[in-house]
C-alpha cells in the first residue's frame, strides 16, 4: 500500500511542487494551507508522514503547534520541518517538539526524497526483529545502519536523520578526517560550515548526556572532524 | 581663523572709541585755538593802530640799501670780557650772522651794551698774515695783512672804518679811518685770537665812534706780498642801517604784553625793533600723562615747530605770517612745542601810517589753558575707552571661549558617538534654547537617524535572505519537477541554467544570513580552553591545502597560547581574512600569519601584499555590506569582514587594518582570559 505524506505548507506553489514530487515516488500526497484543516483531516486519518512548514500563514509558529499536537496523538509518527527560518533556536524548538528532522528550504527535493524515504525505511526497520546486519561497533558504539538507530554503551541516542548520518559517516571510518563537504554529502544536504558545527555541537550533547566523558569526535580545526576509536 | 579669534578681531573696533574721543577733542582744541587766534587778532589789531601815535618811532621806508646790507645790532643783558671768546655774550650761538669768505664762512655778531657797540668776528683763514708796524703806520692797516675792518657812516656823511689787524695774538690797537687817513684809536679796545684754520676778533667800540649805519669787511690775504680778497657784510658802497630794538617802541610793546604773552614790533623789512614780554615754558603740559599725550600726537594734526615762534636769531621776521603782515595782510598761524605738547597761537598785523605800511606787529600767546583742559579730557577719554575696550574683548573673549568650548565639545561628543557607534548617547548643549542647542539637537537627530540606518543595514540581509528564501525554494523545487518532465534538448540546457542561477542565488543568501547565524552561535557557545598556536598551525596547513597558488607563512611569537573561546568561531574569522587577503593578494603571493602577545592578549594577524585600503574606508570596512571592492565582483557582499568583527567582538576582542609597507594588515587583539562570549554591543543594539 502507497504511503501517506502529508504536507502542511502555506505556499501554495511550494505545496504544489513538493505533492509533485512525492507523487512521483509513488507516495500519495494530502496538502493542507493551514493547522486547523490538517488537524481536522488527521482527525480521521493519521498520514504515515507530515512535511510541516513552521511559519503558516499569519500562525507564526502554526507549525510548531501541529507538530506538538500530532506527537501527543502519534509518538511514532515521522514529522520533518521543512521550513525557510534557518535560524539555530528554531531548529532547536524543533526538534525538541519530537520532530524527526528540521530542514530548510535550501534543501533540493532529490534530498528530500531520500530523508523521506529513509525515515520510512527506519520505520519499517523498526517493525522486524533486530537483526545482526548492517550493524557497526567501534568500541562504545554501535550503529545500526537498518533501524538508523545508534547505541552509546548500550544505551539509545536519540539523532535526528542527519546527526544520525554525519555520525555513520564519522564512525565508519575512525580516525580519517571527514572535512566539511564530505560530511555534507553523506547528510544529504547542503549544510554551511556554522550548521555542521551546531550539528556536531549538538551530536556531542547527546553523547555527554549519556556519558560525560565523551570525546570520540574531535575537532580537526581548519580540516573537519574524525571519529577516535579507544 | 577659530570663533575667539574672530571675536577679539570684532572687539578691536571699539577702538573706534577712544578715537573718536579724539576727534572730538580735536576739533574742540581747533575751535578754541581758533577762537584764541580770534581774540590776539583784534588785540594785534588795537595795538597796530595804537601805534600809529608811535610811528615817528619806526624807520621811515628807505630802497637806497638791500636788506642783506643791513646788519642786526643785538642787546646784551651783562658785559663781555674782550678775550676773543664768545661764550661771555648772553646770545645764542645761531645769533652769529655768516658771510662768505675767501678760506670759508665768516662768522660774526654786533651787539650794544651801555654805550658801546662790540663786536665778535670769527674769520677762516688758511694761512694768518700778520701785519708789520711799518705797513700799520703806512696806512693804518696793512693792505698786505689780513685785517676785519668794521664800516660805517651816517649818510648823508661820508664813511668811516675801523680797521683790526693784528701784528701778533692778543691785544691789539685797532686804527680808525678819518679825513686824515688811519690813526690809532685808543677808546676801541680789541682782542685777537689765533684759532686752528683762522683768528677771531672782539672789540669794544664806543657808540659815539659810529655811525647810524654798519657792515663788516675782512681782508685775507695770502702772503705779506700779495693783495688780499676782501669779503663784505654789504654790497655797496655804503653799509645799510643798523638795525636794533628802539628803546621807546620796548617801553611801548612792554604796556601792552600780558602773562604768556610775546609782543613784537617790526620795521617794513621785518627788522626786530621792538619786543616785550615771554611765552611761559611748557613745563605744565605733562599733566596730561605720557600715554595720552602719544596717543594724541598721534591722531591730531601737527603744527610747525614751536622753535619757529622764537624771535629770529638775526633779528629780521621772516615767518610767512610776518611777512604777510608786511604786504599788509593780517594773518595768523600756530605752533606746537613738540616736547611738551603745548600750542603757540601767533597772529601778525600791519602798522599802517596812510596808505604805507611801516611795519607789523607780531603778538604770539601760549595756550596752556586749552592745553590743559585738552589733556585733563584726553586721559579721561582715554582711561574710559580702553577700559571699555579691555571689558568688551574681555567680554567677547569669553563668549567666545564659553561658545566655542560648547561647539567644540558637541563635534567632540558627535565623533565619540560615531566612533564607538553609541549613537543613541546624548549630547552636550541638547537642552540649551539657543542655536547650538539646535544644532545639538540636529546632531542627535542624525545620528539617531544613522544608527537606525545601521541597525537596518545590519538586519537587512538576513531578513532579505529569509524573505527570499521561499521563492528561491518555489524556483529550485520547480526547476527540480520539471526535470522529471520530458524535455527536449534546448530545454534541459535552459533548465540546467536557471539552476545554476538558483544555486548561486542560494549561495548568496546564505552568506547573507551568515552574520545572524555566527551571533546566534556565539550566543549559545560555551568557551573552551584552546592552544590558538595550535590553531593557527593546523589552519595554516589547512590553507595551504585549499589555495594552492598562494603561499602562506606563519610567525609565531609565543611558544603556546593558551586562552579560551570558540575555536571554531575564531577560525571561521581567520577564514574570513583569509579568504580576503587572498582576494586582494596575486597568484605566488605569500601571506602571512602571525600571533603574538601584548599586554594579555593575544594579537593574531594575516598581512597581505596588494593595494593600499582607501582612507575613508577604514572605519566602516568591518560594518555590515561595506565592501572596498569594486562593483563588478558581485559575490563581495561586505559581509565577510562584518562576520569577523562580530567573532572578535564577540570574544572581547576587536579588529583593526592597517596599511603597511605595499600591503595590508588586519589584526584581531583577543584577550588571553575571558568570560562567556558575549554579543557585541553593535549587536545588541538591533
Redesign the interface.
Known amino acids: 500500500m502507497a504511503k501517506r505524506i502529508a504536507i502542511v505548507e502555506d505556499e501554495a506553489a511550494i505545496r504544489e511542487n513538493y505533492a509533485a514530487a512525492f507523487s512521483r515516488e509513488g507516495y500519495v500526497v494530502d496538502g493542507y494551507d493551514a493547522r486547523q484543516p490538517a488537524l481536522d483531516a488527521f482527525e480521521s486519518r493519521l498520514p504515515d508522514l507530515v512535511v510541516i512548514d513552521v511559519n503558516l500563514k499569519d500562525d507564526v509558529e502554526g507549525g510548531f503547534e501541529l507538530c506538538r499536537e500530532l506527537r501527543s496523538r502519534a509518538a511514532d509518527l515521522p514529522i520533518i520541518f521543512l521550513t525557510a527560518r534557518d535560524s539555530e533556536f528554531d531548529a532547536v524548538s524543533g526538534l525538541r517538539l519530537g520532530a524527526d528532522d528540521y530542514l530548510t528550504k535550501d534543501i533540493s527535493l532529490p534530498h528530500l526524497m531520500a530523508r523521506v524515504a529513509a525515515l520510512f525505511r527506519r520505520m519499517d526497520a523498526m517493525q522486524k526483529p533486530q537483526g545482526s546486519t548492517g550493524r557497526i561497533t567501534r568500541g562504545d558504539l554501535s550503529i545500526d545502519t537498518e533501524r538508523m538507530t545508534v547505541h552509546w554503551q548500550d544505551q539509545p541516542v536519540g539523532l535526528t536523520l542527519t546527526e544520525f548520518w554525519l555520525v555513520h559517516a564519522l564512525a565508519r571510518y575512525p580516525g580519517h578526517v571527514k572535512n566539511r563537504q564530505q560530511l555534507m554529502d553523506a547528510a544529504q544536504a547542503v549544510l554551511d560550515d556554522n550548521t555542521i558545527t551546531s550539528h556536531v555541537k549538538r551530536i556531542r550533547r547527546k553523547f555527554h548526556a549519556i556519558d560525560s566523558s565523551f570525546d570520540s569526535i574531535e575537532t580537526v580545526y581548519g580540516m573537519g572532524y574524525r571519529w577516535i576509536s579507544d | 581663523m577659530n570663533l575667539r579669534r574672530q571675536l577679539l578681531l570684532v572687539s578691536l573696533l571699539t577702538l573706534m572709541l577712544p578715537w573718536a574721543g579724539c576727534e572730538f577733542i580735536r576739533e574742540t582744541e581747533i575751535a578754541l585755538r581758533d577762537g584764541q587766534r580770534q581774540m590776539l587778532a583784534d588785540t594785534a589789531r588795537a595795538i597796530a593802530g595804537s601805534m600809529v601815535q608811535h610811528s615817528e618811532e619806526f624807520p621811515v621806508r628807505d630802497k637806497s640799501y638791500g636788506t642783506g646790507d643791513q646788519l642786526y645790532v643785538h642787546r646784551l643783558e651783562s658785559r663781555p670780557k674782550i678775550d676773543g671768546y664768545f661764550d661771555d655774550w648772553t646770545l645764542p650761538a645761531d645769533s652769529l650772522r655768516s658771510i662768505r669768505g675767501a678760506d670759508g664762512p665768516i662768522r660774526f655778531a654786533v651787539a650794544s651794551y651801555a654805550q658801546a657797540t662790540y663786536l665778535y668776528v670769527e674769520v677762516m683763514d688758511r694761512s694768518v698774515v700778520y701785519a708789520t708796524p711799518q705797513s700799520l703806520l703806512v696806512d693804518g692797516a696793512s693792505r698786505f695783512a689780513d685785517r676785519v675792518t668794521l664800516a660805517s657812516s651816517s649818510p648823508p656823511y661820508l664813511r668811516e672804518a675801523i680797521s683790526f689787524a693784528a701784528e701778533a695774538p692778543g691785544r691789539i690797537i685797532s686804527y680808525r679811518q678819518s679825513a686824515y687817513g688811519f690813526e690809532p684809536e685808543p677808546t676801541i679796545s680789541a682782542f685777537w685770537q689765533d684759532i686752528p684754520g683762522g683768528y677771531r676778533v672782539e672789540a669794544r667800540i664806543p657808540s659815539g665812534l659810529l655811525g647810524t649805519h654798519l657792515g663788516l669787511s675782512v681782508q685775507n690775504t695770502p702772503n705779506a706780498q700779495q693783495a688780499g680778497t676782501r669779503s663784505s657784510s654789504f654790497t655797496g658802497r655804503t653799509p645799510g642801517r643798523a638795525m636794533s630794538n628802539i628803546e621807546e617802541l620796548d617801553r611801548i610793546a612792554a604796556l601792552y604784553v600780558q602773562s604768556d604773552t610775546r609782543l613784537i614790533l617790526t620795521d617794513f623789512r621785518g627788522w626786530r625793533i621792538g619786543a616785550a614780554g615771554e611765552l611761559a615754558p611748557g613745563g605744565g603740559a605733562q599733566s596730561g600723562g605720557g600715554l595720552a599725550r602719544r596717543v594724541y600726537d598721534l591722531l591730531v594734526e601737527q603744527g610747525r615747530e614751536a622753535a619757529f615762534a622764537e624771535p629770529d636769531p638775526l633779528g629780521r621776521e621772516q615767518q610767512p605770517y610776518v611777512s604777510a603782515a608786511l604786504e599788509g595782510r593780517e594773518t595768523g598761524t600756530w605752533f606746537r612745542n613738540a616736547s611738551t605738547g603745548t600750542a603757540i597761537v601767533a597772529v601778525a598785523a600791519p602798522v599802517t601810517v596812510g596808505d604805507e605800511v611801516v611795519g607789523a606787529v607780531v603778538l604770539q600767546r601760549g595756550t596752556q589753558a586749552i592745553l590743559s583742559q585738552r589733556n585733563e579730557g584726553l586721559s579721561r577719554l582715554i582711561n574710559v575707552t580702553l577700559l571699555t575696550t579691555l571689558v568688551v574683548a574681555g567680554a567677547l573673549l569669553g563668549y567666545a571661549t564659553w561658545l566655542s568650548r560648547r561647539i567644540r565639545a558637541l563635534s567632540i561628543a558627535a565623533e565619540d558617538a560615531l566612533e564607538t557607534e553609541n549613537l543613541s548617547s546624548a549630547l552636550p548643549s541638547a537642552l540649551a534654547d539657543d542655536e547650538i542647542g539646535d544644532l545639538s539637537r540636529s546632531f542627535s537627530w542624525v545620528l539617531q537617524q544613522l544608527g537606525e540606518y545601521n541597525a537596518y543595514l545590519r538586519s537587512l540581509a538576513s531578513k532579505l535572505s529569509?524573505e527570499l528564501?521561499?521563492p528561491?525554494?518555489?524556483v529550485?523545487?520547480?526547476l527540480?519537477?520539471l526535470e522529471?518532465e520530458p524535455l527536449n534538448e534546448a530545454s534541459h540546457g535552459y533548465t540546467a541554467r536557471a539552476r545554476e542561477g538558483a544555486d548561486r542565488l542560494?549561495r548568496i543568501l546564505?552568506a547573507m544570513?551568515?552574520a545572524?547565524?555566527?551571533e546566534?552561535?556565539m550566543a549559545?557557545a560555551e568557551p573552551e580552553p584552546f592552544d590558538m598556536r595550535?590553531?593557527l598551525e593546523?589552519?595554516?596547513?589547512?590553507?595551504r591545502d585549499v589555495y594552492r597558488n598562494r603561499l602562506f607563512g606563519l610567525v609565531c611569537k609565543v611558544d603556546s597560547a593558551q586562552s579560551t573561546g570558540s575555536?571554531?568561531l575564531l577560525?571561521?574569522m581567520l577564514?574570513k581574512l583569509v579568504d580576503n587577503a587572498v582576494d586582494f593578494s596575486e597568484e605566488g603571493d605569500t601571506i602571512t600569519l602571525s600571533l603574538e602577545e601584548k599586554d594579555q592578549e593575544l594579537l593574531v594577524s594575516v598581512t597581505n601584499p596588494g593595494p593600499e585600503l582607501p582612507e575613508r574606508m577604514r572605519s566602516q570596512m568591518f560594518d555590515s555590506m561595506v565592501s572596498v571592492r569594486s562593483g563588478e565582483e558581485s559575490r563581495h557582499l561586505g559581509l565577510g569582514l562584518y562576520v569577523a568583527r562580530l567573532i572578535a567582538e564577540g570574544h572581547g576582542g576587536r579588529i583593526a587594518a592597517e596599511n603597511v609597507d605595499g600591503g595590508v594588515r588586519f589584526t584581531v587583539a583577543i584577550p588571553r582570559h575571558q568570560g562567556p562570549l558575549s554579543r557585541s554591543d553593535s549587536v545588541r543594539n538591533l
Open positions: 529569509h528564501r521561499t528561491l525554494a518555489i529550485t523545487s520547480s527540480e519537477n522529471h542560494r546564505s544570513s551568515e545572524s547565524r555566527v546566534e552561535l549559545h595550535a590553531v593546523s589552519t595554516t596547513a589547512a590553507y575555536p571554531e577560525i571561521q577564514d
